[in-house]
């Protein structure tokens, strides 16, 4: 049963960083896009970074030269940093993945997370 795990949400203000993590497990995602997404209450989930395999990475607009997505492909694990936060960043981030490259670097999630919440205050 394949399950994406995250993990280091929590509280920070403006300014600040803070990185948060996702394990696949159940399968192999080594090879596998990955990425993150986030919500807030009222707002469609928004498109955050995605990772190839090999490291290429897509970001929004709205985070490039503040977030930095990594990969660790032997963990199955997908990091997102985020430094010089702002309080539009708030909300809660998902995990997810796909089995293939075909819509790349759209990322339509064949699986999900449960997320994480990041606040950040001002």
């Known amino acids: 049963q394949v399950q994406l795990v995250e993990s280091g949400g929590g509280l920070v203000q403006a300014g600040g960083s803070l990185r948060v993590s996702c394990a696949a497990s159940g399968g192999t995602f080594s090879r596998d896009p990955m990425g993150w997404f986030r919500q807030v209450p009222g707002k469609e989930r928004e498109f955050v970074a995605v990772?190839?395999?090999?490291?290429?990475?897509v970001y929004a607009d709205s985070v490039k030269g503040r977030f930095t997505i990594s990969r660790h492909n032997a963990k199955n694990t997908v990091y997102l940093q985020m430094n010089s936060l702002k309080p539009e960043d708030t909300g809660v981030y998902y995990c997810?993945?796909?089995?293939?490259?075909?819509?790349?670097?759209?990322?339509?999630?064949?699986?999900w997370g449960q997320g994480t919440q990041v606040t950040v205050s001002s």
């Open positions: 990772i190839s395999w090999s490291g290429s990475t």
């Open positions: 997810a993945t796909d089995r293939s490259y075909r819509q790349w670097p759209t990322l339509k999630g064949d699986y």
